[in-house]
């Protein structure tokens, strides 16, 4: 009975007591509202809010009133301050990060500090593709966070947010840390710490702290179908951040590496076809032409297992470990091609703002039976439009291997079991010298997107 009695004093001792952290670290946690022209909705990073409830009813009047009587929701278009997110000072000389998105398309930039002092700050530089930017204001003696390790957190770790959601300023959350280097899509140069801490709308841009009290990342993101939390939050490693503020402060714009690929996922088919214990690695779906990727020698078809002696486990590993890489370097690659383990160096480009594309010809009609498929020479006009350089099209797919592999009209076949198709004949040579039983990439591309799918002949 006693042994029963003690458990939950147990277990509330074990939580972690978060008022000194709070109190060391609120000071340097800072509001950050923009001048533009405002609309009669608020913008959001989760979208446009708007005065209704989860189920579309009116929220209560308590919230109504707070909202209508924030400037933003005045009528007519006018400039206005807008609540909308938060920041943190990394210098005492009034150096402050927040995220892109907080501060888009502003006029003005205000910063309210802890103190309640107002300033107007200065964007030295924002990075969209990292959704971080770097503030300045004109102070002095500001009170600054502890900067941590984000590569040292580690699954189930104790993180806490502060900041001003929906214009609470330095609310406080807490939560565990519930994955690390999660790749997010259409975000592929962040490796985000994915939370369960509660993050809404204005608590972007704040930090996220470990228990040493140190920023481990800025809250940037909420996964939601409500538009509220809904208990997944990712943030910006502090290492990536810090990297990205350091060169907008010296050179105002950011740098990445670049190597020139179009990649896709491994899976347990293709991993067979291209002789894998496991599914692992980027697939190199296209080389772009006139890329580092190209002048170092990789090749469609390869799949990347490590750069730099570290392992890429998923596609999405690829993306930021070549972006951190710096121009100019040289990086090393452990790739299987051909069923063989293969080491490729190349040197790391810069990554430009539009990626360059290129072409060339074929030739006539036929059928291969074999594989179910009716396939013609490539259209040409198609050439210049989808940046293909050979290859044969499908023009109807029958019951038989194509089918079962997923093959649809209007695909068109670049490469099969590691050869370049260039003609009809030359496809048909290579289909009727393939493996029974057994799975051999099939390079085709679709509507322009290039993809690898695994072909297996029964």
């Known amino acids: ?75 007519g278009p006018r400039k206005a301050p807008r609540s909308l997110g938060s920041g943190f000072i990394i210098s005492s000389d009034g150096y402050i990060l927040t995220n892109h998105h907080v501060i888009k398309d502003a006029e003005e930039v205000l910063v309210r500090l802890n103190d309640r002092r107002e300033l107007q700050a200065e964007v030295i530089g924002s990075d969209e593709r990292t959704d971080v930017a770097l503030l300045r204001i004109d102070a002095r003696d500001l009170p600054v966070v502890k900067k941590g390790r984000s590569a040292d957190l580690k699954v189930g770790e104790w993180v806490l947010a502060i900041g001003s959601p929906f214009g609470f300023d330095h609310s406080v959350t807490a939560g565990i840390v519930s994955a690390t280097e999660r790749a997010l899509a259409n975000e ?46 990712f943030a910006i490693p502090i290492d990536v951040a810090m990297d990205v503020a350091d060169q907008l402060k010296n050179q105002g714009f950011v740098q990445r590496g670049w190597l020139g690929v179009i990649i896709q996922e491994v899976n347990r088919d293709l991993a067979e076809s291209f002789g894998l214990k496991k599914p692992a690695g980027a697939l190199v779906a296209k080389v772009l032409p006139g890329s580092p990727a190209q002048s170092g020698g990789l090749q469609e078809g390869d799949v990347i297992l490590k750069l730099n002696g ?61 594989l179910g498929l009716v396939v013609a020479p490539l259209d040409p006009t198609l050439k210049d439009k989808w940046a293909i350089s050979s290859g044969v099209m499908v023009q109807q797919v029958m019951e038989g291997a194509g089918l079962q592999a997923g093959l649809v009209r209007g695909d068109v076949i670049t490469m099969l079991n590691g050869q370049r198709i260039e003609t009809v004949e030359q496809f048909e040579q290579v289909a009727s010298s393939l493996p029974e039983g057994r799975s051999v990439p099939l390079r085709i591309v679709r509507r322009g997107s290039p993809l690898f799918i695994a072909l297996k002949i029964e």
């Open 310 to 370: 570290k392992s890429v486990e998923l596609s999405s590993d690829l993306p930021p470990l070549v972006g951190r890489i710096k121009p100019g370097q040289t990086a090393r690659l452990e790739v299987m091609r051909s069923g063989r383990r293969e080491v490729v160096e190349l040197v790391i480009g810069t990554m430009p703002d539009e990626e360059q594309q290129a072409s060339r010809t074929a030739d006539k009609p036929a059928e291969t039976g074999r």
């Open 1 to 75: 009975m006693l042994a029963w009695l003690c458990a939950p004093l147990v277990n509330a001792a074990a939580l972690p007591d978060f008022t000194e952290l709070v109190e060391e670290t609120s000071p340097a946690v800072v509001n950050i509202s923009t001048v533009s022209r405002s609309e009669q909705s608020l913008s959001t990073p989760f979208g446009q809010f708007e005065f209704h409830g989860p189920q579309g009813e009116d929220v209560p009047e308590i919230f109504r009133h707070f909202f209508r009587d924030m400037p933003q929701f005045r009528e």
């Open 188 to 233: 592929t140069y962040v490796p985000f710490i994915q939370t369960d801490v509660a993050i809404n709308p204005g608590n972007s841009g704040g930090p996220l702290f470990n228990l040493e009290g140190e920023v481990v990342g800025i809250n940037s993101q909420i996964y939601t179908r409500s538009g509220g939390f809904m208990g997944l939050s």
